[in-house]
């Protein structure tokens, strides 16, 4: 299984960014998807997750309101769009495929990471 994501960058506080991250070597459909972020000297955080078929979202609370996960089946890739961004929202985000299918909220129910794309945040 490969995850590459991509789209971060540099933004200024109140802007938006979307995240995509496309997956390869699993039936993608099958399986819930997440994302989490990990800011310098933090440990990895859950931010957002989404079931297989798109139908059931989960998010942190920090995010809740501003970030929308989603996912294009055909397209194998899952996108998470940030708007209102803060300058505490900035970390590396990470996409990541669940050991099982069912939507998950921490990393250890995650097997398989894609390389991190960084998102700045200026004030």
């Known amino acids: 299984v490969q995850l590459q994501a991509s789209g971060g960058g540099l933004v200024q506080a109140g802007g938006s960014l979307r995240l995509s991250c496309v997956v390869s070597?699993?039936?993608?459909?099958?399986?819930?998807m997440g994302w989490f972020r990990q800011a310098p000297g933090k440990e990895r955080e859950f931010v957002a997750t989404?079931?297989?078929?798109?139908?059931?979202?989960y998010y942190a609370d920090s995010v809740k309101g501003r970030f929308t996960i989603s996912r294009d089946n055909a397209k194998n890739t899952v996108y998470l769009q940030m708007n209102s961004l803060k300058p505490e929202d900035t970390a590396v985000y990470y996409c990541?495929?669940?050991?099982?299918?069912?939507?998950?909220?921490?990393?250890?129910?995650?097997?398989?990471w894609g390389q991190g794309t960084l998102v700045t945040v200026s004030s």
């Open positions: 990541a495929c669940p050991w099982g299918t069912s939507i998950a909220t921490r990393p250890h129910e995650y097997g398989y």
């Open positions: 070597g699993r039936t993608f459909s099958r399986y819930a």
């Open positions: 989404i079931s297989g078929s798109g139908s059931s979202t």
